[in-house]
Nanobody, 128 residues
């Protein structure tokens, strides 16, 4: 069982930055593909970015490429999403997600069904 706890959301003006963190419990974090998804009101959950076990491979949705950066620290069991140049359309609840331990999910796999553990979500609001 893996528990994920996100933090770092908030309200920011367009063009600003926020840093989201996800703290994971469990001893097998280093063997879990991690990802961030987001869901805006009235819309389906959307893939944002995925990162491989070691952090050596990442894949970003086109909508955030060049503005968001994901990283992980396996020693601390944390994943971080640095979000720069935020736009009003980035407004959503952001969720940290983990794939099953030991099953490699390519970072470019955007299917939320592949991720089995989810955090409670953190609200990001970008004002224009």
């Amino acid at each position: 069982q893996v528990q994920l706890v996100e933090s770092g959301g908030g309200l920011v003006q367009a063009g600003g930055s926020l840093r989201l963190s996800c703290a994971a419990s469990g001893r097998t974090f280093s063997r879990c593909t991690m990802g961030w998804f987001r869901q805006a009101p009235g819309k389906e959950r959307e893939f944002v970015v995925g990162i491989s076990w070691s952090g050596g491979r990442t894949y970003y949705a086109d909508s955030v490429k060049g503005r968001f950066t994901i990283s992980r620290d396996n020693a601390k069991s944390t994943v971080t999403l640095q979000m720069n140049s935020l736009k009003p359309e980035d407004t959503a609840v952001y969720y940290c997600a983990s794939g099953p331990s030991g099953l490699y999910i390519p970072p470019e796999d955007s299917d939320p069904e592949k991720y089995v553990y989810w955090g409670q979500g953190t609200q990001v609001t970008v004002s224009s």
